[in-house]
C-alpha cells in the first residue's frame, strides 16, 4: 500500500506544473520597440491596436482598455448611465472586485445564489431578486465558465437592466457559439499577473454600442471627450488609461491566447474524463451551449463522504503533499469582512449603505461551493501535458485509498 506524502510517503509528483507568466523574444521586441517609440502612454499606437483586436476577436465593435479590471468594471456601470442608489444583482462567488466596483459607482449589490453545478448566477435566483429599485445585473462568468446569457438577456429585457458581464476570467470563451463580452451592454476583462492573457495589470471594456464606448472612453480619460481640446473636460473621469507597454505584451499574449485556449480545453476535457471516475470528486458541469470554456481555473466538487469524512481542508493539504498545488477558492462575499459594516466606510452614502446590511443573507449553493466543495486548479497547470493530468487523478486515488492513514 502506498504510504500518503503527508506521511513520509513518496509523492505522486515531484516536478512542477507549467510556471506563468509565459513570454519570449516577442514580448522583449515589443518592449522596446515602446521604449524606443518615445511614446509610453498618451499618443501611442499599441493601445488602440489593442482595443480593435481584442474587441475584433470578441465579436464587437468597440474597446476601452485600461489600469485594471476592476476599473473597467466600474467604468461600464458608470458609462452604463445607472442612476446612484440603485441595486445590481450579482453572484457573491465571485472575486471582491465585483461588488467593489458596484459600490464605487455608488450602486449597492445584492447577491444572489449561483446553480450548484456550474457555479454561475442561477437565471431563476436572478428573476426572484427582482424589485423596483434593481437597475442593472452583472453576470460573472466565474473560472472561465459563461453564464447562461440567453436567458440572462432576456430577463434583463424584459425587466429593463443593464447588463455588464464581469469577463474577468473569460477572454475568448463562448456560449452557443458568441463570444462573452458581446451579450451584455457592456463587458469587463482582466489581464492582472495570473490571468490568461496578462501584462502584469490591466483590463478592457467591451462594447456593441458607440454612445456607451464614447462615455466610457471619455470616464477612462479624465472625462475628455474624443473631438473635444485636451482640457475641456465633460465630465469627472479619471485617468485609467492602460500604457503603451501593457497594450504591446497584450499584443503578443493575444496572439499565443488561442492556442494555450485549446491546450487547456484538451487538458481540461481530459482531466474531466479521469476524474469522472472517481466517486467523490464531481468537475464543475459544462452546459452543453458553453461552445468554449477559457479555464482561467479548473473547479471540482469534493464530498468528503466518499472520503471517509475527510475534510476539504485536510484533503487539500494531503494533495499538496503529493505534489498537486490547489486551493478552496472564494468565500461568499457577504461573508467577507470587507463588505460587513458598510455604514462605517465614510465614502459611501447613509442612504446607500442601508442597502447594504448582508446580515441575514444566506444563499445555500453559494456557501456549499465556498465553505464544503469547490477545489480549485490554476489553469497554468492545464497547460502541461495529458500525463501531468493522470498525476491530479492519480494523487486524488492515492489520497482515497489510503485515507485511513490521516483520518
Ligand atoms: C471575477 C473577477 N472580477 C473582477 C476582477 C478584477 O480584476 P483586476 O484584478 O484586474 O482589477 C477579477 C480579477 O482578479 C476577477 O477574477
Keep these: 500500500m502506498a504510504k500518503l506524502a503527508l506521511k513520509g510517503g513518496r509523492p505522486v509528483r515531484e516536478k512542477p506544473f507549467p510556471s506563468w507568466p509565459i513570454y519570449s523574444e516577442d514580448e522583449l521586441k515589443a518592449l522596446k520597440e515602446v521604449l524606443e517609440s518615445g511614446y509610453w502612454g498618451i499618443g501611442g499606437s499599441r493601445k488602440p491596436e ?52 458596484a459600490i464605487y459607482a455608488n450602486l449597492a449589490p445584492k447577491f444572489v445564489d449561483i446553480d450548484p453545478d456550474t457555479y454561475t448566477i442561477d437565471p431563476s435566483a436572478v428573476e426572484e431578486a427582482i ?49 462573452v463580452g458581446s451579450y451584455g451592454d457592456l463587458a469587463a476583462f482582466s489581464f492582472q499577473s495570473s490571468k490568461n492573457i496578462t501584462s502584469g495589470e490591466g483590463g478592457i471594456i467591451l462594447t456593441k454600442d458607440r454612445k456607451l464606448y464614447e462615455v ?3 470616464y477612462s480619460n479624465c472625462g475628455r471627450s474624443m473631438k473635444g481640446a485636451w482640457y475641456e473636460h465633460f465630465i469627472p473621469g479619471a485617468n485609467c488609461r492602460m500604457t503603451e507597454f501593457q497594450a504591446a505584451i497584450l499584443l ?20 474531466t474524463s479521469l476524474l469522472s471516475k472517481i466517486d467523490g470528486v464531481t468537475p464543475l458541469k459544462r452546459p452543453e ?6 479555464y482561467h481555473i479548473y473547479i471540482l466538487r469534493y464530498n468528503s463522504e466518499a472520503f471517509g469524512g475527510l475534510s476539504r481542508e485536510a484533503f487539500i493539504e494531503a494533495m499538496r503533499a503529493e505534489g498537486i498545488p490547489c486551493s478552496s477558492g472564494y468565500v461568499p462575499l457577504y461573508k467577507a469582512p470587507a463588505f460587513q459594516n458598510l455604514d ?9 449603505s442601508k442597502k447594504m446590511d448582508y446580515s441575514e443573507v444566506s444563499l445555500p449553493n453559494t456557501e456549499r461551493a465556498c465553505y464544503k466543495e469547490s477545489i480549485w486548479f490554476r489553469q497554468t497547470m492545464l497547460l502541461g501535458s495529458r500525463d501531468d493530468m493522470e498525476d491530479i487523478a492519480a494523487a486524488i486515488e492515492k489520497i482515497k485509498e489510503n485515507v485511513d492513514e490521516i483520518l
Design 131 to 179: 424589485t423596483e429599485d434593481v437597475k442593472a445585473i452583472i453576470p460573472v462568468h466565474i473560472a472561465g465558465c459563461p453564464a447562461d446569457m440567453e436567458r440572462i438577456n432576456s430577463i434583463a429585457e424584459k425587466y429593463s437592466l443593464v447588463v455588464v458581464e464581469d469577463a474577468c476570467q473569460a477572454w475568448g470563451a463562448e456560449w452557443n457559439g458568441r463570444k
Design 252 to 271: 503578443v499574449q493575444l496572439d499565443r491566447l488561442p492556442e494555450q485556449a485549446e491546450i487547456r480545453e484538451d487538458r481540461a476535457r481530459y482531466l
Design 50 to 101: 489593442f482595443e480593435r483586436r481584442f474587441a475584433e476577436y470578441h465579436g464587437v465593435e468597440y474597446g476601452v482598455a485600461v489600469t485594471n479590471g476592476t476599473a473597467a468594471l466600474e467604468i461600464s456601470l458608470r458609462a452604463a448611465g445607472i442612476p446612484a442608489g440603485s441595486r445590481v444583482l450579482m453572484p457573491a462567488y465571485t472575486f471582491m472586485a465585483t461588488a467593489t466596483a
Design 344 to 352: 462605517r466606510i465614510p465614502f459611501i452614502p447613509n442612504d446607500l
Design 216 to 218: 466610457a472612453w471619455s
Design 289 to 294: 451551449k458553453v461552445t468554449k470554456h477559457a
